[in-house]
Each structure stands twice: as structure tokens, then as C-alpha cells.
């Protein structure tokens, strides 16, 4: 089994790169998606995120109010370790379960956005990094997701700074071109990959 950390700041392109890999065949497990279940109604996860922030970060419905949690915690570096702290080790709970269901030979690809800031390099045999500039991500982010460019540029300065992703990774996949130039590269990387996984 060879472990991939797939890592790139908010904007960069990483779940379009997540998605080419699983196309090819990777195993992918998708940390995002995983914290999302992991503080659904009903779970214990969201139990201590409303006994830490409170009740205002519930939407009417009794789910997770995201963009007000988020404007929370990403203006207090305090308030996000604590939510963190939460929702982390729920994730790795999760993430254990499906690594172990996962074929013996299998490609494991894990989604991790905050691979860099949690310091989980060392954790995986290959880091991959989704590349692009600060102000191409600011871009994508206003045009796909219409985010203020404030709020977008708050977002990658609560991230990793580019040069320290760029530090811990082993492949780079630059995303500033068309898709063909990405499935271009994305097909370059998973050769590698197959290579390296035939060594083990």
C-alpha cells in the first residue's frame, strides 16, 4: 500500500487533482468530506463544536452553520485550534477505518488540506502538492465560489504559506494552466506513483 498526502492551499485545484486520481484508481479519502460527516446532526462531533462555540453556529435545521463557524474560528487562531482539536482526531478515527478496508496494493490518496499545518508530512511515503499563485487562487475563489476577495484572502493567510508547502513536497502538480495541462500532469504523477508502489 503506498500513501499519498495530496495537499494545496483553498483555491489551488487539489479536489479537481483528487478527482483525476480517483479516475485512475487511486483509493481516495477525502479529509474535508470526512470532517463534514464527523460533525453532522446527531454526532458527538457536533455536540462539542455547539458546547464550545455555542448555539449560534447551528443553523435553524439543528446542522452546522459553516460560514458562520467559519468566520468564527478564521479570525481567532485560538477559537481554530479549538476547533480543531475537536475535529481532528474524529477524522483520523474515520480515516483508520477506511485505510483498513482498503486492498493491500491498493494507492491511498489522502485529501488533507492542512497537511502542511499539522505537520503530517512524515505520515505518508509521497507528498503531493497542488500548486498556484496567491492571486489565481483569490481569482477561482471569487469566480467559483463567490467569496469576497477579503474573505478569500483571509482564508489562504489562516492557511500555510506557499513556500512551506512547496518545502514537504515530493511531486508538485502546478495548476495555473487549462485542464488538458493538468491531466497532463496528473497522468505524469500517476505513472510515478505506479512505479513507486511496484518498489514496495
Do not use: C
Not at 495530496?6 to 479536489?15: A, C, D, E, Y
Not at 483509493?27 to 462539542?48: N, S
Amino acid at each position: 500500500m503506498l500513501k499519498i498526502g495530496l495537499t494545496g492551499g483553498i483555491g489551488s485545484g487539489k479536489s479537481e487533482v483528487s478527482r483525476r486520481l480517483a479516475d485512475r484508481g487511486a483509493v481516495v479519502v477525502d479529509a474535508d468530506k470526512i470532517a463534514r460527516e464527523v460533525v453532522e446532526p446527531g454526532t458527538p462531533g457536533l455536540a462539542r463544536v455547539v458546547a464550545v462555540f455555542g448555539e449560534e453556529v447551528l443553523r435553524p435545521d439543528g446542522s452546522l452553520d459553516r460560514e458562520k463557524l467559519g468566520s468564527i474560528v478564521f479570525a481567532d487562531s485560538d477559537r481554530l485550534a479549538a476547533l480543531n482539536g475537536i475535529v481532528h482526531p474524529l477524522v483520523g478515527e474515520r480515516v483508520a477505518e477506511l485505510q483498513g478496508q482498503a486492498a493491500a496494493d491498493a494507492i491511498l490518496v489522502y485529501d488533507v488540506p492542512l497537511l502542511v499545518e499539522n505537520n503530517l508530512a512524515p505520515m505518508y511515503d509521497v507528498v503531493i502538492v497542488v500548486d498556484a499563485a496567491d492571486e489565481v487562487r483569490i481569482r477561482r475563489l471569487a469566480e467559483h465560489r463567490g467569496m469576497p476577495e477579503a474573505a478569500a484572502e483571509a482564508r489562504i493567510a489562516a492557511q500555510a504559506r506557499r513556500e512551506d508547502r512547496l518545502a514537504v513536497a515530493d511531486l508538485v502538480i502546478p495548476n495555473e494552466g487549462s485542464l488538458a495541462e493538468l491531466d497532463d500532469r496528473v497522468a505524469e504523477v500517476w505513472d510515478e506513483l505506479e512505479r513507486r508502489a511496484a518498489r514496495i
